[in-house]
């Protein structure tokens, strides 16, 4: 029986992960290699490629040796994020060992009196809308461990926690109003005024939004209620100390924890204030973490040896996670070495030139969703997608604000779903890529439908 149970158990992340990869390399020798001419969009800033100038190039399979190097490559290139994961998880870490973390959460609940519930759709909205408004999206990593805790020590369990993260901002930056990074891009190529068609955008956000909040909260009773049917109820979180609600209720809340909570909030403020008025990323908001984690550990009573000590700790617990990111990039890499991606975009966009414009929206969504696979970034497949889709909704009567619009639902929503961008969100909250499947795939599903029902009452407006 044992046996039994050790051959159909779920795969490793990193299994997971290798076997696309695997699959992936095998289609740089299938799909022929190809490219767009691109030029400098001065309006936008960015390369956008010209419609018409796709061409053969030669074949550039990628050999095993190859696909193996691409793993350290991409360890390289997403470094960035990864060094931002260890400093940002090192201030949340160091909160919990002054004890400010859960003395804080104590202090709230007590606060709240039994509507600490609250915290999540509050969270969820507010994080939605700066997705939706200034494209807020990397910057809640850092956040993530933070309310893992929170909801382990609220009673839930740790997914209830990362996804209120994840689908809040995902929501939010995917059904988005004023996006830059998305709706932006896309509106700028397409010749369309940005900003144009935002009301009802907005009702897209309030449909999608609820959707998320409606599924986490029933998620959330049922776990509570009964933990056995939690998704993750094997995986051990960094942030379960063993806290419960009625631990907490016991423990202290300091002037001294107070002042770390302040210090905290003041980060996460520099954070939104950096990121929408300078152009802060990943490097800066680096820095701010570390920034805040030492003084953090200053006003905890913490000498600079012990602060440098646990921040070692902090990061041998996010390791897993770290080197997830990593892995996950490794796949964009082969397929940008192989000089495939521009081939999917050229025959994908070819298949819906010759349908009805109804249906074509619908293959826009389809489309768009598959792209994001292959093109995780979300200014970077508007740059390759939108030119060759503003064309093609005219030549079939199509307005281009639902083309617009398609783009924005596939390249958003698959972010929860696609291993090259969930990945990373999955490795800092430590949870197993099947796990995050299991939890997520009937939402996807009705999320999916919601888009495709979406669009097409756009296509019978005349949505513009």
Not at 232 to 241: G, I, L, T
Request: aromatic share 12%; with cysteine.
């Amino acid at each position: 029986m044992e046996k039994k149970k050790k051959l159909l158990a779920v795969p490793h992340t990193y299994v997971i992960i290798g076997i696309i990869l695997i699959l992936v390399t095998l289609m740089t020798y299938l799909i022929p290699a190809g490219q767009y001419d691109r030029v400098l969009d001065e309006e936008t800033g960015y390369d956008i490629i010209v419609e018409g100038s796709y061409h053969h190039v030669d074949q550039s399979p990628v050999g095993p040796f190859k696909m193996v190097q691409s793993l350290a490559n991409g360890m390289a290139d997403a470094s960035d994020i990864i060094f931002f994961c260890f400093f940002a998880y090192g201030l949340v870490y160091m909160m919990i060992k002054t004890g400010a973390f859960y003395g804080g959460i104590g202090a709230l609940q007590r606060l709240m009196r039994g509507t600490e519930i609250l915290i999540i759709p509050v969270f969820m909205i507010f994080f939605g809308i700066c997705g939706s408004t200034f494209g807020m999206y990397e910057e809640v990593y850092g956040l993530l461990p933070a309310f893992i805790g929170i909801a382990i020590a609220m009673g839930y369990d740790g997914l209830v926690g990362g996804a209120a993260v994840v689908l809040g901002v995902v929501t939010g930056f995917s059904a988005a109003t004023l996006n830059p990074f998305t709706i932006g891009i896309a509106q700028g190529v397409s010749g369309l005024p940005i900003g144009s068609g935002i009301g009802f955008r907005i009702i897209c956000l309030i449909l999608f939004e609820g959707l998320a909040i409606w599924y986490l909260m029933r998620y959330a009773h049922k776990v509570k209620k009964d933990p056995s049917r939690s998704v993750v109820k094997d995986v051990a979180f960094h942030m379960d100390e063993g806290m419960t609600k009625e631990k907490m209720a016991q423990l202290p809340f300091t002037a001294r924890h107070k002042l770390i909570i302040l210090v905290f909030v003041a980060t996460i403020a520099l954070l939104v204030f950096g990121t929408t008025q300078y152009g802060w990323y990943l490097s800066e908001l680096s820095a701010l973490f570390i920034i805040a984690m030492f003084v953090v550990g200053l006003l905890g009573g913490f000498g600079p040896s012990e602060i440098c000590k646990k921040f070692v700790e902090a990061c041998t617990e996010i390791l897993f996670g770290a080197m997830v990111i990593g892995v996950a990039r490794s796949l964009v890499l082969v397929m940008n070495e192989g000089n495939i991606i521009d081939s999917l975009v050229y025959y994908l966009s070819s298949a819906l030139s010759n349908v009805p414009k109804g249906i074509a929206a619908v293959g826009m969504v389809i489309v768009q969703n598959i792209l994001n696979f292959f093109i995780p970034s979300g200014s970077g497949q508007a740059a390759v997608s939108m030119p060759i889709m503003a064309s093609l909704a005219d030549s079939i009567g199509m307005e281009r604000q639902i083309a617009v619009l398609a783009f924005q639902f596939g390249d958003g929503f698959s972010n929860m779903f696609w291993p090259t961008v969930i990945a990373t969100e999955c490795g800092i909250m430590g949870i197993p890529l099947q796990k995050w499947y299991k939890f997520m795939w009937p939402l996807f599903i009705m999320m999916f439908a919601l888009q495709i029902v979406l669009i097409m009452v756009a296509t019978a407006i005349g949505y513009h």
